[in-house]
């Protein structure tokens, strides 16, 4: 029996470890043009981090606990007591004036989108509510998306996934996007969740049938 806690331990304590890392949380997929950051930036002030054809997303704090309602700048109001994610949106393209660059694309959440902040006031007012430490914002400088005009925007929430269709030359968009926790659930020893959760508990099973020689008659 000790060899098999000694296994059985480990299995326990990676289970808490990516829990803890996010793993059980935040972005699912993308499409498009769209780019997961597995690896927050070190900056996402206008030039640190250029792509003409890609858009990049990261996680930003996760599991913030609201003591106050928080309304975000598409009109939602989210009530105090709620626990909630953060990401962020950031296309700075390697722009020159008068030439607009186009990209487009889906971020897919493992739980609902509850509000965005698109505007400078929306996204400097919670930068240091959302925002990572060890990530640098351009709080002050221009990053709204524009509603008219050839760099104007959209962001359009269906559920747990955010359409953006965006247009920038000189300047950056930027959307910080609000989402619900998702909270796996267990039905009958199987895990009816995303696809991550599904691999590592294949994984453990996998260990745990071993340790045990459930399968040994197989
Ligand atoms: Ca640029
Ligand atoms: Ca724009």
């Known amino acids: ?22 793993v059980f949380a935040a972005v699912k997929y993308v499409t ?16 640190a981090l250029e792509s003409s054809d890609e858009v990049y997303v990261f996680n ?19 009530p105090a007591g709620t626990s909630v994610n953060s990401h962020l949106v950031h296309f700075d393209p390697v722009g020159v004036a008068n030439v607009v660059i186009s990209v487009s694309g889906t971020v897919n959440f493992d739980g609902d989108i509850l509000g965005l902040y698109t505007t400078n006031d929306g996204l400097d007012g919670t930068d ?10 351009p709080t002050g ?10 760099n104007a925007d959209t962001a359009t929430v269906d559920g747990s996934k955010l359409a953006v269709d965006l247009h920038a030359n000189t300047g950056i968009d930027q959307i ?9 659930t267990w039905v009958g ?16 099973k996998g260990i745990l049938l071993q340790v045990f020689g459930l399968n040994s008659s197989a």
């Open 1 to 22: 029996m000790k060899k098999r806690l000694g296994v059985i331990l480990p299995v326990i304590a990676l289970v808490v470890a990516l829990g803890a890392t996010g």
């Open 32 to 47: 498009g043009d769209m780019v997961f950051l597995y690896s927050p930036p070190a900056s996402v002030v206008a030039g």
């Open 60 to 78: 930003e704090k996760q599991n913030v606990f609201l003591s106050s309602d928080l309304l975000t700048d598409d009109s939602k109001t989210i």
């Open 128 to 137: 240091a509510t959302f925002g990572l430490t060890g990530t640098a914002y």
């Open 141 to 150: 400088s221009p990053r709204f998306l524009e509603v008219t005009g050839v």
């Open 176 to 184: 910080r996007v609000i989402t619900r926790p998702h909270t796996p």
């Open 189 to 204: 020893g199987e895990v009816q969740s995303v696809d991550k959760i599904e691999l590592v508990w294949q994984w453990i």
